[in-house]
């Protein structure tokens, strides 16, 4: 009693923060104009949040062993198992487009930039959805001859259990469409993403070097002491920099490890499951085993809003703004999420635009007396408040 209490806990904890974390997501987007870029994961929270409030609650009533009395009819289950195929299908697919235009995106920009429009955007969301409607009416097919109200335990409504011609081919087919490919795609997409942050972060010795270069010299009144501290750090600059660039290559392919180690860790029993037990001619499952490897699976609805969606500093900018609207709080002043670019906020992986503007304006605050009331004025320049 005390593994099913808890084994009901955490589905329901997973369906809430699944349904709590998607709608904060798509409520930022909505609000932010200039968020409207991110309409692949705003339709992946979408479908995550369909998972939550269809998928998920029907997942609880067939696994939980307090709801053993359930039973559904041969209709319900068809609607169950087609809406488990049809939402899984829809989450994989679009974390793969999300996967092909972050590489676009940082490996070629100006393509991006031609390419990219709202009606191919638009045209990828329909081309999923067909896909994986297409995919999902092959469970409609190979069932038994009785009735559509005959009835059904809601624990032996299962996937591999339906398709007594079809459950090989439908295994297989299911396999290489929601997984084998999407995986070979992503993690080929992250890889060549992880090339482009290593550059990157290789890059940052000789753009920290420029800048310091191009500091404003101080005025004659400054310490000789503080102008030989200038040299002496301006001469070490390069040597302290070297961990750091290791360590910006490395953070990447972590940021790499996790991306791709989700997916794997969250659908990979899954699928071996799903493919052993549709190849096998055996009709029973061990339950415990596929209530695991169900929600192993069912809470990457609830993860990918965090990966995709609440990591981006944007978004969760937008969504503070939020929060203080709803609690009628004053909104502070400061730099506008729309100047935060994608690189920055694609999980930190090229990070030679934010250390490159931190030195900028610690170049440009280093002297005290950089002020308005400053005598030496650039003939022509106008003062800023």
């Not at 500091?215 to 501290?229: E, G, L, M, V």
């Amino acid at each position: 009693q005390v593994k099913d209490l808890f084994g009901l806990f955490c589905m329901v904890t997973l369906n809430l923060i699944a349904l709590l974390a998607n709608t904060g997501v798509m409520v930022a987007i909505a609000r932010a104009p200039h968020l409207k870029k991110f309409a692949f994961a705003c339709h992946l929270c979408a479908v995550d949040l369909l998972c939550a409030i269809l998928l998920m609650p029907l997942g609880i009533i067939s696994s939980s062993p307090y709801f053993g009395t359930v039973v559904f009819t041969v209709l319900e289950c068809q609607v169950y198992i087609f809406l488990n195929v049809f939402l899984i299908c829809l989450s994989i697919l679009t974390i793969t487009a999300i996967s092909l235009e972050r590489y676009f995106y940082i490996v070629h920009p100006m393509l991006y930039e031609v390419k990219m429009t709202i009606n191919l955007a638009i045209g990828v969301m329909v081309l999923i959805w067909v896909k994986s409607l297409l995919l999902a009416v092959v469970t409609l097919f190979g069932w038994p001859a009785y009735g559509p109200q005959s009835s059904i335990a809601a624990a032996h409504c299962s996937l591999h259990a339906t398709h007594s011609r079809l459950r090989r081919v439908f295994g297989v087919l299911f396999c290489v469409i929601c997984f084998l490919a999407p995986v070979v795609v992503i993690f080929s997409v992250y890889c060549a993403v992880y090339k482009v942050a290593r550059s990157a972060a290789l890059q940052q010795v000789p753009a920290v070097a420029t800048w310091v270069n191009t500091c404003p010299a101080k005025d004659r009144s400054d310490s000789i002491n503080s102008q030989t501290t200038m040299i002496s750090t301006s001469r070490t600059l390069p040597q302290r920099l070297s961990p750091e660039r290791a360590f910006s290559g490395g953070k990447a392919a972590i940021t790499l490890v996790f991306i791709v180690g989700q997916f794997l860790v969250c659908w990979l029993p899954y699928f071996i499951f799903h493919v052993q037990m549709s190849l096998s001619g055996s009709m029973q499952s061990p339950g415990d085993l596929e209530e695991a490897v169900t929600w192993l699976a069912y809470s990457s609805f609830a993860i990918n809003p965090f990966f995709y969606g609440l990591l981006n500093r944007q978004i969760r900018d937008e969504l503070v703004k939020f929060r203080r609207c709803c609690l009628n709080q004053p909104t502070e002043v400061g730099a506008s999420s729309q100047e935060a670019s994608f690189q920055e906020n694609f999980l930190q992986f090229i990070q030679r635009t934010t250390s490159t503007l931190e030195r900028r304006s610690s170049c440009s605050n280093s002297s005290p007396t950089n002020t308005l009331g400053q005598a030496n004025i650039i003939p022509g320049q106008i003062p800023e408040e």
